[in-house]
């Protein structure tokens, strides 16, 4: 939810449980976002080429603001999409696809640069808004996290990748600042000046972590199974 608006991503097909009118609208393979009144349900605007080729993605939409515009950063099926925020109309976009169209991970955004990864080989990028275009500024397979968002941080992402190693990487540059092996696939959660790192074994850690290092602080099993 930004302001007056729910931004919704298009199913790739109409979902048997939907019963409401608006489902036929929405729920189509041409589409991949979908803007909503927040109070009255309205649909505001729909976006996606109309050949279907960039289908919804999985990453929530990122809402952020460059020279006094408001836009919205779209990891769809098979590319990365700006946004008008209050039209939807597209602006610009940087091809971005993944085996099976799994871009799953939200973009992280900083000023006018978006961070982007997936996994099943895709690797990660940053690349710049100008207003206008996208314009790659580095591309590597040092982090591929297939469901875990990243964070970001004063300038560094930090990332429970798919290989099961945490890894700082600078932003400005794509430089891998330092990893460490710890949960498996592990989803990271900033709380104050900590880190909270659950991991699919069910273990939890609590853990500093700065460009200088990782610093595990207490540790507990709080889920069993799979």
């Not at 460059?66 to 940087?94: C, H, P």
């Not at 930090?158 to 592990?186: D, F």
Request: aromatic share 12%; with cysteine.
């Amino acid at each position: 939810v930004v302001g007056d608006f729910f931004f919704f991503f298009s199913s790739r097909r109409r979902h048997t449980r939907f019963t409401s009118d608006w489902s036929s609208d929405v729920c189509s393979s041409d589409l991949n976002t979908v803007a909503f009144d927040k109070d009255t349900g309205e649909i505001i605007w729909t976006s996606g080429n109309v050949d279907g080729n960039t289908g919804a993605g999985y990453a929530t939409p990122v809402a952020f603001s460059w020279d006094n515009r408001d836009y919205l950063a779209v990891l769809a099926m098979k590319d990365l999409e700006i946004l008008e925020l209050k039209t939807g109309r597209q602006v610009a976009s940087y091809n971005w696809p993944t085996p099976y169209g799994n871009n799953i991970p939200t973009p992280c955004i900083a000023g006018n640069r978006i961070f982007i990864t997936a996994d099943y080989g895709a690797g990660c990028a940053a690349i710049d808004f100008d207003g206008q275009r996208l314009e790659e500024v580095f591309y590597n397979k040092d982090i591929m996290c297939k469901m875990t968002n990243p964070l970001l941080l004063e300038g560094h992402i930090y990332a429970g990748t798919s290989s099961g190693v945490i890894k700082c990487m600078e932003l400005a540059t794509g430089e891998i600042c330092w990893q460490q092996r710890l949960l498996g696939n592990t989803s990271l959660l900033r709380a104050g000046e900590r880190f909270l790192c659950l991991g699919e074994n069910g273990e939890l850690v609590e853990a500093v972590m700065t460009p200088e290092g990782f610093q595990e602080l207490a540790r507990t099993k709080t889920l069993d199974g799979k």
